[in-house]
C-alpha cells in the first residue's frame, strides 16, 4: 500500500465550485505539505503544516485554505475554483526538523481541471 | 529568477549511454533533493544528500557545496530511465530547514 494517498486522482470542475482535495499518509510523519506544479514553472508550496495545531501558508496560498484534520491527513480546498487553479496537485510529508530526515515523500497527485 | 538550475532542460539518450544531468543553486542549502517524475505523474525521491556521493543500483548522486552544484548520473540507461528528474535545495537551517526549493525539471527520452 502507498504511503501517501491523494484522493481524487483526477477531477474536472466548473468554475466558482467548491473542491477539496484529501491527502492521507501512514508514515507517521508529522510535517505535510500540499504543492502545485504547473508546466514550466515546477513546483510551488502552497501550505504546509507541522503538526494539527501548526499551518502556514506558502508561496502561492492566495485562493486556497486548508485543514489539517489528524496527524495523518491534510485537506486542500479551493473556495471558488478558477480556471488559472488548474494543475497538478501533490501532498507531501517529511520528518520533523533535523539534517538529512527532512526528505520529503510525494503523494501520487491530483489532476484538477477547472472548466 | 529561480534560485535552483537544471541543465539541459532536455536530453535525449540512447539505450546504454552514460547521462549527466546538473544542478546549480544559488541559495545556502542543508541537503539537496533529487526526484524523479514518470509520466504519469507521480514524484519519487531518488537522494537526498548533503555532502560527497551517494549511489543506489545504476544512479549516482554527487554534490559539491563549496561550488553549489550537484550532478545526478545514469549509467547503462534503459528506456525505463525516460522521466522527468527534478532537483530541489533543502533550505539552509534555522526556520527555513523545511523549504525545498525546486528546478524545473529535465525531461529525459531514452530509446532503445
Known amino acids: 500500500d502507498a504511503d501517501v494517498t491523494q484522493t481524487p486522482r483526477n477531477r474536472i470542475t466548473k468554475t466558482g465550485k467548491r473542491i477539496m482535495l484529501e491527502c492521507s499518509q501512514t508514515?507517521?510523519?508529522?510535517?505535510m505539505y500540499w504543492y502545485r506544479q504547473d508546466p514550466g514553472l515546477g513546483l510551488r508550496l502552497i501550505y504546509y503544516?507541522?503538526?494539527?495545531?501548526?499551518?502556514n501558508k506558502g508561496e502561492i496560498s492566495d485562493g486556497y485554505s486548508v485543514s489539517r484534520q489528524a496527524q495523518a491527513k491534510f485537506s486542500l480546498s479551493l473556495e471558488s475554483a478558477i480556471p488559472n487553479q488548474t494543475a497538478l496537485y501533490f501532498c507531501?510529508?517529511?520528518?520533523?526538523?533535523?539534517?538529512?530526515?527532512?526528505?520529503?515523500?510525494f503523494g501520487p497527485g491530483t489532476r484538477l481541471t477547472v472548466l | 529568477k529561480n534560485e535552483v538550475e537544471q541543465s539541459p532542460q532536455n536530453l535525449t539518450a540512447q539505450e546504454g549511454e552514460f547521462i549527466t544531468i546538473n544542478c546549480s543553486y544559488s541559495?545556502?542549502?542543508?541537503?539537496l533533493h533529487w526526484l524523479q517524475q514518470h509520466p504519469g505523474g507521480g514524484i519519487v525521491s531518488l537522494f537526498m544528500?548533503?555532502?560527497g556521493k551517494k549511489k543506489h543500483g545504476r544512479l549516482i548522486a554527487t554534490i559539491n557545496i563549496q561550488e553549489k552544484h550537484s550532478s545526478l548520473h545514469i549509467t547503462a540507461s534503459h528506456p525505463r530511465d525516460s522521466a522527468v528528474y527534478i532537483c530541489?535545495?533543502?533550505?539552509?537551517?534555522?526556520?527555513?530547514?523545511?523549504?525545498?526549493?525546486f528546478g524545473k525539471g529535465t525531461l529525459l527520452t531514452v530509446n532503445p
Open positions: 541559495v545556502g542549502i542543508s541537503a
Open positions: 530541489a535545495a533543502l533550505g539552509g537551517g534555522g526556520g527555513s530547514n523545511y523549504k525545498l526549493t
Open positions: 544528500l548533503s555532502s
Open positions: 503544516s507541522f503538526d494539527v495545531k501548526d499551518i
Open positions: 508514515k507517521g510523519h508529522d510535517r
Open positions: 507531501a510529508t517529511s520528518e520533523p526538523s533535523g539534517g538529512m530526515y527532512n526528505e520529503q515523500f
